[in-house]
């Protein structure tokens, strides 16, 4: 198995500094790129608000309504469509092969957060993504130690077929002494920007010893991810038959609208992020992450050690209440990042608090 499907990369500081880099690179004054509205909270709130003082705006849509999209990239100065390959916190998994198609109709590049799914589970440039990006803080590095992400670029967009489009990779470069990324390093071209330019203006460089934990961890990815999974998926199947729960959102639960999308883009799993509802409602829903033993109620994700947390009220608190119903985060749902521990031991820790909550 090889993962390593782009043709170069680009480490930054953390996973919304990757990001940030990626709109700085495609975009100009009065540009636009299109998002899916089931994404985390803090990457609307980047694209919503943030990328506003440089200029740039976005349009959320639903990504499963092709016609939407087709509407959405038809619009004048679009730069790109965003996705989750798996979305955080909903376990929504995203058509990546299909959206690529419409995509590549406009001449407008994919770019595919895989920070959930990472390159284990799912590798996006295989299915027709352009640039990758990844927060290396969460399961590629996996022990909650160390912040960091990663642009990786496929190498197969032509920057320069329509002339004037992406000018940051296909113009002349004045601080290089009129430098053209695009004629001098071919399909790596956005990499070389995003290294000279990007870095170098934006500042977000990898810390040296951060790389080295991240890369440590990267070597237990798969042994990780493995047991991520199957005790992802055997919480969300005990939950599933919990009297107090009303629902329970997994890919890979038998009967979940997501499944056959699972089996082509994620390996036939799930992944270790999963959400529930609960009957009683918000108040309960406080009480059961306070409850909790082993799960830390905490906002972090990707740990070897389990977590829980409310995101209305968290990760996706900065969002309005629509925004919040799109992206899977109503006020009686609770994400779980199952960890690696015992599986018989989170479930009992589950069942407790339930039940004192």
Request: hydrophobic share 45%; aromatic share 6%.
């Given at each position: 198995m090889t993962w390593r499907v782009g043709i170069a990369a680009t480490c930054t500081s953390c996973g919304h500094s990757a990001q940030m880099m990626v709109f700085y690179a495609l975009c100009s004054t009065g540009d636009k790129i299109i998002a899916s509205n089931k994404l985390y909270g803090g990457t609307v709130t980047q694209l919503s608000r943030t990328i506003k003082k440089f200029g740039f705006?976005?349009?959320f849509v639903d990504v499963s309504d092709t016609a939407a999209v087709k509407a959405a990239l038809a619009q004048p100065n679009v730069k790109a469509l965003?996705?989750?390959?798996?979305?955080?916190?909903?376990?929504?998994?995203?058509?990546?092969?299909?959206?690529?198609?419409?995509?590549?109709?406009?001449?407008?590049p994919l770019v595919v957060d895989n920070t959930l799914a990472t390159p284990y589970l799912c590798r996006p440039i295989e299915h027709g993504a352009n640039i990758v990006v990844h927060s290396l803080t969460k399961y590629m590095c996996g022990h909650g130690n160390a912040m960091g992400g990663a642009i990786v670029d496929a190498g197969k967009f032509d920057w320069a077929k329509v002339p004037g489009k992406y000018p940051s990779m296909a113009d002349d470069e004045p601080a290089y002494h009129g430098l053209n990324f695009s004629k001098a390093t071919g399909p790596a071209a956005f990499t070389y920007f995003c290294i000279a330019v990007g870095l170098r203006d934006l500042g977000p460089q990898l810390a040296p010893m951060n790389a080295f934990l991240i890369m440590m961890g990267i070597e237990t990815l798969p042994l990780r991810m493995d047991r991520h999974c199957s005790n992802a998926l055997a919480v969300a199947q005990w939950l599933e038959k919990h009297k107090d729960v009303e629902s329970v959102s997994y890919p890979t639960l038998p009967g979940n609208?997501?499944?056959?999308?699972?089996?082509?883009?994620?390996?036939g799993k799930g992944g270790a992020v999963l959400t529930f509802s609960l009957k009683k409602g918000h108040e309960a829903c406080s009480k059961v992450a306070d409850n909790c033993q082993l799960f830390s109620n905490l906002a972090n994700l990707g740990d070897t050690r389990s977590l829980i947390i409310h995101p209305s009220s968290t990760t996706h608190s900065q969002?309005?209440?629509?925004q919040k119903k799109a992206a899977g985060a109503e006020p009686n749902t609770l994400r779980l990042c199952v960890g690696i521990e015992n599986v018989?031991?989170?479930?009992?820790?589950?069942?407790?608090?339930i039940a004192n909550a």
């Open positions: 705006q976005c349009d965003f996705i989750e390959s798996l979305c955080n916190p909903g376990g929504v998994v995203t058509d990546i092969a299909a959206l690529a198609a419409l995509t590549s109709e406009v001449h407008v609208k997501y499944n056959a999308l699972a089996d082509k883009y994620i390996s969002l309005t209440d629509d018989e031991d989170l479930i009992a820790d589950l069942d407790r608090a």
